[in-house]
């Protein structure tokens, strides 16, 4: 099985790679676009800021695959703000995979939101094997609203849609390389179920 990991200027790449190795998997990381084309299954992790983050997608016209691609889809993070339709960080279109929106949190608390938060999820392959409202690991300032497309919801401030899923993709606001052993079984479920 083939994985890719893509590399588009907007990090957290190796951490997720690592934490796929843990697993007993190897990922190629790569932004050329026929070797994603080719994976079997493709993570796209994200730490960073949307505009500059889309720019880049832009420029090496890696925005452009996007909708063409079949096989299984994880966005991570940034991932997932960058699959949605428009986010008010730099006022910036992303690549409208999903229809919902991506806003700042109203600062009636800290944000970021970081740190520990529980999931509320419906039922999907992704959390086969995790008991509901697990707690996972979060570092965000923005969010994506609550949809026809969230497979799971967690609240700070207000409810956010912490994992989206529709047809091939699927996509985490949680850092699930970083959210022990929930995260791992998280990304084995994506990788052997998904």
């Known amino acids: 099985m083939k994985i890719v990991i893509i590399k588009y200027n907007a990090g957290n790449v190796y951490s997720v790679?690592?934490?796929l190795k843990r697993l007993g998997y190897d990922a190629v990381i790569t932004s050329d676009l026929e070797e994603i084309k080719s994976a079997d299954k493709?993570?796209?992790p994200g730490v960073g800021e949307a505009s500059s983050a889309m720019e880049y997608?832009?420029?090496t016209k890696l925005d452009k695959m996007f909708p063409?691609?079949?096989?299984?889809?994880?966005?991570?993070?940034?991932?997932?703000?960058?699959?949605?339709?428009y986010s008010e960080e730099g006022n910036t279109e992303c690549l409208s995979i999903f229809s919902e929106n991506v806003k700042r949190f109203p600062p009636k608390d800290k944000v970021p939101h970081m740190g520990w938060n529980s999931l509320k999820f419906s039922n999907s392959k992704l959390f086969t094997n995790i008991p509901n409202e697990s707690f996972v690991y979060f570092v965000?300032?923005?969010?994506?609203?609550v949809s026809e497309y969230t497979i799971a919801e967690t609240n700070y401030i207000l409810p956010f849609s912490s994992a989206l899923q529709k047809d091939n993709?699927?996509?985490?606001q949680f850092h699930p390389e970083k959210s022990g052993t929930i995260g791992e079984q998280i990304l084995k479920n994506f990788i052997e179920l998904c």
């Open 17 to 19: 790679s690592s934490a």
């Open 42 to 44: 493709i993570i796209f």
């Open 57 to 59: 997608l832009r420029e």
């Open 68 to 85: 063409e691609l079949e096989q299984p889809f994880l966005g991570v993070c940034l991932g997932l703000q960058l699959l949605c339709n």
């Open 140 to 145: 965000h300032s923005y969010y994506a609203e």
């Open 169 to 172: 993709f699927y996509a985490l």
